[in-house]
T-cell receptor, first 114, second 111 residues
Framework: NAGVTQTPKFRILKIGQSMTLQCTQD?????MYWYRQDPGMGLKLIYY???????DKGEVPNGYNVSRSTTEDFPLRLELAAPSQTSVYFC?????????????FGPGTRLTVL | GQQLNQSPQSMFIQEGEDVSMNCTSS?????WLWYKQDPGEGPVLLIA?????ELTSNGRLTAQFGITRKDSFLNISASIPSDVGIYFC???????????FGKGTKLTVNP
């Protein structure tokens, strides 16, 4: 199992450009999540999905969009990149069973918006 | 919403020393998770705690679920250079499948 994979690893965007961050998991997890990590600020939830076709906003959804057409894939879209979106983005997945909700993380995408 | 407060924010220690960090909340949590993030990588789960008062070990790591359900502690014994990283506590938000994370404790180990 590859676990959770993310592409690209690094990206530099100009203000106003758009891009899609890719996330794929091969563990047949129904739940998937997108977080952003700013220095010293921990992880903030952007969007999450409880299954194919179902998505919901997290704590910081503005400026982002997501879709979930398959169990495996959960891409994150930035439509008009802004410097405030410079961050490290992590995708995660889980298969909650009662109180067990371990989330498995990808290696991250480091995005700089200039 | 629920918040997790981690302390200390950072630690600088010598190899071989023991380390202790904690996580507190004003709300009750039914699960406590401790993650470690190596530099340039995503977080990885170290220890999961499911019961108040529970003490769980994973090698040199020991974590405890506080009796009040509002705190948890992580201890690392005999630290080594590869312990360097950021340690996060996390718990289910409002009992849901979403997790809330602390801001992390950054550990530096000097050889």
């Amino acid at each position: 199992n590859a676990g959770v994979t993310q592409t690209p690893k690094f990206r530099i965007l100009k203000i106003g450009q758009s891009m899609t961050l890719q996330c794929t998991q091969d563990m047949n997890h129904n739940y998937m999540y997108w977080y952003r990590q700013d220095p010293g600020m921990g992880l903030k939830l952007i969007y999450y999905s409880v299954g194919a076709g179902i998505t919901d906003k997290g704590e910081v959804p503005n400026g982002y969009n997501v879709s979930r057409s398959t169990t495996e894939d959960f891409p994150l879209r930035l439509e008009l990149a802004a410097p405030s979106q410079t961050s490290v983005y992590f995708c995660a997945s889980s298969y909650p069973r009662g109180i067990d909700n371990e989330q498995f993380f990808g290696p991250g995408t480091r995005l700089t918006v200039l | 919403g629920q918040q997790l407060n981690q302390s200390p924010q950072s630690m600088f220690i010598q190899e071989g020393e023991d380390v202790s960090m904690n996580c507190t909340s004003s709300s009750i949590f039914n699960t406590w998770l401790w993650y470690k993030q190596d530099p340039g990588e995503g977080p990885v789960l170290l220890i999961a705690l499911y019961k108040a008062g529970e003490l769980t070990s994973n090698g040199r790591l020991t974590a405890q679920f506080g009796i009040t359900r509002k705190d948890s502690f992580l201890n690392i014994s005999a630290s080594i250079p590869s312990d360097v990283g950021i340690y996060f506590c996390a718990g289910p938000q409002g009992g849901s499948e979403k997790l809330v994370f602390g801001k992390g404790t950054k550990l530096t180990v000097n050889p």
